[in-house]
Structure formats: C-alpha cells, structure tokens
C-alpha cells in the first residue's frame, strides 16, 4: 500500500465527530414536500403520470404524482420529468425518494405486463429542457424497487407502506439537472423527492477558522483545507492548521494549529487578552 492510500486509511480511522457542528450539512436542491402548489412536472404520454393531493404521515398537505395503468394489456412507457435542478456547487448529488407500490398479484384480473419496478434517470444540463426530451439521453441511475409492496387488503384497512430509497449521482460537470422516471407497468405512487449534496460545516479547531466545504463526488477523496486563524493568534509555523472533508460532509481529525499571540491566551476557540 502507498504512502498516499495508507494517509487516507488513517484519516478514516481517525474521523472524529468532533462536535455538532462538525457533522454533514445536507444542502437540499428539491423538496417535493415543501410545494404545497402544482408541481408542474412534465409527464408523456397524457395517460400516463397524474399529479394528485394527498397528505403524508402527518397528515400534511402534499404534492404526488401517481400511475397505474395495469389493466391496459400494452406494455406502458409512462415518463415523468422533474423542473430543472441547480446544482450549485454539488459533486455528489443525492437523490430520496419516498413512495408506494402495489403489490401485482393482489389485483385481481391484472395484466400480465404488471411490474413491481420503475426506473430512476437523470439528463444533465445547463439550461431548463422545458418538454421531456429525448429518452436516449437519459442516464439511468437505477431500477427501483420496494421493500414492502402493498395489498388490496392494506387499503382497506388504510394502512401506508411507505418506502424509502436514497441513490446517488457523481461527477456532475452542468449547471444542473433533471430527474425522470420510466413507468414500464407498475401501480406506483411517488410521494415525496428530495435532492441534496453534502457539506462540511464551518467551523473553529485549534483556533483555526474552517469555512463551509463542499464534499467531493468520489467517495475516496479527501478535501484538504487550510484554515485561517483566529484573531489574535498566530500560525505555527511547522505545522499550519488544516483538516479535511470527505465525501460525507464530515471533517476528519485536524492537523497543526494556532497558537494565542504573546499578552493573549486561549479561551473558548479564542484568543482572549489576559487581565
């Protein structure tokens, strides 16, 4: 093992959750939940996605979107597209995705084109695309599927098997994005979408400032950053204070630091003036 792998093995080691602030920022892009108006996606063919009301575990109001043309014996191709996503600034794009599924072999007189899954795609751009574009530019991220499909005997006793699905898109080089969604059979409710990156949070170690840094799309690498000393305090000089985001948004342990120039003394993630 090299000299560089075997750093980033004992940076890992020593990650330090070192206080509240330390830990990930996720700055979030798209909140599906949080428009309580049409959320005005693009959806083709016209029969296929519909945008409903519904409400969440909470009981508040919410935007969904639905599909679920089971019955048709032609095997569907039912496209949604999200508006166009800024990513600003993100490397390593998370995508949530909350939703329901109905269980095939609960709906009697069922197709046989029925599907328990629906894919997930992205385009990348630098501009809104408006309309569905062509499907050939579409990057697929993954096929979806629940851990816990629902039954006609869930519905009637009004019971919500929610799932939970978090993916990932790296090395983003636009300004931004849209998300889509291929329904290719399935009875499927998208209730909630939330797209965020990671950050590491400003903060003070060893009486040096850290600003907000973004985390790196590659889960390997390791954001170095220089930090900036507290006023009143002086670098040393063998070994200048900095520390490291990885891809999680978490700062690992910090190396070198500041020390409180002469007639000062360390307070809390100060130099303070001594009485």
């Excluded at 089971?70 to 998370?94: A, D, K, S, Y």
């Excluded at 891809?247 to 303070?272: D, R, T």
Aim: glycine share 8%; proline share 3%; aromatic share 8%.
């Amino acid at each position: 093992m090299d000299l560089c792998k075997t750093l980033i093995s004992v940076l890992w080691i020593l990650l330090l959750n070192i206080d509240e602030h330390c830990h990930a920022e996720e700055v979030v892009l798209l909140n599906s939940k949080e428009t309580q108006a049409e959320l005005g996606w693009t959806s083709y063919p016209p029969n296929g996605w519909e945008e409903i009301s519904g409400v969440d575990e909470k009981y508040k109001p919410i935007r969904t979107y639905q599909v679920c043309n089971v019955m048709e014996p032609m095997q569907q191709n039912n496209w949604l597209q999200t508006g166009w996503v800024t990513r600003r600034g993100g490397q390593r794009i998370f995508v949530e995705l909350q939703f329901t599924l109905r269980d095939c072999n609960s709906i009697p007189g069922v197709a046989g084109t029925c599907k328990e899954t629906f894919n997930l795609l992205y385009v990348e751009t630098d501009r809104d695309l408006g309309g569905v574009t062509r499907e050939d530019r579409y990057t697929k991220i993954d096929t979806i599927a629940a851990d816990e499909s629902f039954t006609q005997g869930d519905l009637g006793e009004r019971k919500m098997k929610l799932n939970t699905e978090v993916r990932e898109i790296g090395h983003l080089n636009r300004k931004g994005f849209h998300l889509a969604f291929q329904d290719v059979g399935a009875c499927v409710a998208l209730v909630a979408v939330r797209v965020y990156y990671k950050r590491c949070l400003a903060t003070v170690q060893n009486l040096a400032v850290f600003p907000d840094t973004v985390a790196e799309a590659s889960f390997a690498t390791l954001v170095e950053v220089r930090g900036n000393c507290v006023n009143n305090s002086e670098v040393d000089a063998d070994s200048p204070p900095r520390m490291h985001c990885s891809a999680e948004g978490e700062w690992l342990v910090p190396i070198g630091k500041c020390s409180c120039s002469a007639g000062y003394e360390e307070g809390h993630s100060s130099c303070e003036g001594r009485t």
